[in-house]
């Protein structure tokens, strides 16, 4: 994770305008011995509004309408449901807290890919007298959200946000590791879009697992899906490793004061200490939730993978394996 602050934020990095934290990472983890609105013509916002809510189906699962093909992953009743869950693992893992960046009564808040919006409400009703906005490609937000808060269909990787340069206070990204073909230029965007002491805050999965004591085998399947998962987004251009890299690309835009936290999540609930077992136990259901909607659509476009090859790859049993096969873990 990482904040930064621009008079510069990555795994979490904030800054003025980068940051990132949990425990230490390198201190291995003890087992369990018992196991604002932009204004458009209306003939354009009519067309809009009808693609993206055309969901394209593909092998049983639906994607965004609105730049179709775009992203990779899913948007369907199950995968937003993942989402959320998914929110309530980082917010568990950050100790309740939806940010690192100092905030003191920001003004512009942007949300960058907010999915079905659950950061962008709770941070409207910590800051009622922010203008909160929030992008995404799926119109899958809910109705009843505060006033301050505002929901856009919009790519953060088109060069003109249609706004004024230094508008934002705050820039917040998470879990957008393979949505962007050039997730510096993100950060680039967001320099420009800062206002000077802005901040810039991303929380990011490293997607390659991890494990202190050497008992993770080279053969456990789920590194094998591992392996195709990041093949696959290599040949759509859409990396998923980025996390590693986000405080070097704060710094090389221009931000300052880059800070980054890593924290380690569990693969299952292994740890002896109560906080990481519970969090290794929530995060083995999102992996058994999302396993099929993280491989769907790039094994099938990428690879060209049947989905009945798909799914014997995509098996559940390759991470309900993860009990036996060693003391695995993520970093954010």
Known sequence: MS??????????????????????????IEAETNVGSPAYDDDLSQSVTDSVY????????????????????????????????????????????????????PKTILDIGTGTGQWA?????????????????????????????????????????VLPPQYFDYIHTRMLLGAFEDFKDIISKSFHYLKPGGWMESQELMSTPYCDDGTMPPNWPFMEWIKYGDKAAMDANRPLRIANKLKRWYEEVGFVDVQEKVFKLPMNPWP???????????????????????????????????????????????????NNVGLSYQCT
């Open 3 to 28: 904040f930064v602050t621009n008079d510069s934020l990555s795994e979490e990095v904030a800054c003025h305008s980068s940051r990132c934290d949990s425990g230490n990472a390198g201190t291995p």
């Open 54 to 105: 055309e969901f394209p189906k593909e092998n049983g699962r639906s994607y965004h309408g609105y730049r179709a093909g775009t992203y990779y992953f899913p948007n369907d009743p199950t995968e937003r449901d993942r989402y959320d869950f998914q929110y309530e693992i980082l917010k568990y893992t950050f100790q309740d807290r939806n940010y690192f960046a100092p905030l003191e009564n």
């Open 121 to 161: 409400i709770e941070i409207a009703d910590e800051f009622p007298e922010a203008e909160v906005q929030a992008t995404d490609l799926s119109p899958i937000q809910p109705d009843s959200v505060p006033e301050n808060v505002h929901f856009f269909i919009d790519d953060a990787s088109e060069p003109d946000w």
């Open 272 to 322: 002896k200490d109560k906080h990481l077992k519970a969090l290794g136990r929530m995060s083995e259901d999102n992996w058994l939730a999302g396993l099929s909607a993280f491989s769907m659509a790039p094994f099938s476009r990428e690879l060209e993978w049947s989905k009945n090859e798909i799914e014997v790859c995509s098996n559940q049993k390759h991470v309900e394996e993860t």
